[in-house]
């Protein structure tokens, strides 16, 4: 497919996990596209950026325009997790995970918009369930992604009609390296597996590919008429009602 010739994308932590699945597809639907995380990226073009240096942003775009001359689709996939309660939550946690879940978007998204403007682009924003209910421990990640959730909506309100739009992904439990890992260093992997099956109603949990398949088609042109929504991907995890267990 071609459906991105000569469009330029920019995938922020595009190595591994859901960004390496959305640079891939990208690049196999004829786009030129540059990833964005601390270390290099074999795959592709990329560029080193810590997403807690609140410069990187604004340097991150130049240097995609340095390269390229232009931006057309922006995919705000990078992301931090740290676990703990309110009370176990320190300042410092509480302003990493808002800095790079929150702020370095909006800062990228303020940045790159006049060249997505001009390119009449697309803004992608890897949210999560956590932005719409809530795990235990993850009061920091929760609110970073909720907050994702609604400056979608806002970029899609202000900027619409200048030519942007602004569409979000709210991926449930995927398996990425990070969730794999996770699951093998369980006692039990093999229960857990099959338990966690059980509350998808589909029976299983995802794969990054088929979150790609769904931020690809939210950035063409095949989406045109779709923006400032949040997109739940989670085989109909929060759709199902939990009931006790016998």
Partial sequence: ???????VVL?????????????ARFAAD???????????DPAHEWIEADFLDPTTPERLVAEVIRRFGRLDVLVNNAGLMREGTALETTEEDWAATLQVNLTAPFMLCKHALPHL???????????SIEGLGSNPRHPAYCASKAGLHGLTRALAVDHGQQGVRCNAVA??????????????SLGDPETFRA????IHPVGRTGTPEEVAALITWLASDEAAFVTGQVWTIDGG?????SLPKS
């Fill in 1 to 7: 497919m071609t459906r991105f010739a000569n469009k």
């Fill in 11 to 23: 995938v922020t932590g595009g190595r591994s996990g859901i960004g390496a699945a959305t640079a």
């Fill in 30 to 40: 004829g786009a030129a596209v540059v990833t964005a995380q601390r270390g290099a």
């Fill in 117 to 127: 403007i001009a390119a009449k682009g697309a803004i992608v924003n890897v949210g």
């Fill in 171 to 184: 991926p449930g439990w995927i398996d990425t390296e990070l969730n794999v890992a996770f699951i093998e």
């Fill in 195 to 198: 338990g966690i099956g059980d």
């Fill in 237 to 241: 995890r929060m759709a199902q009602l």
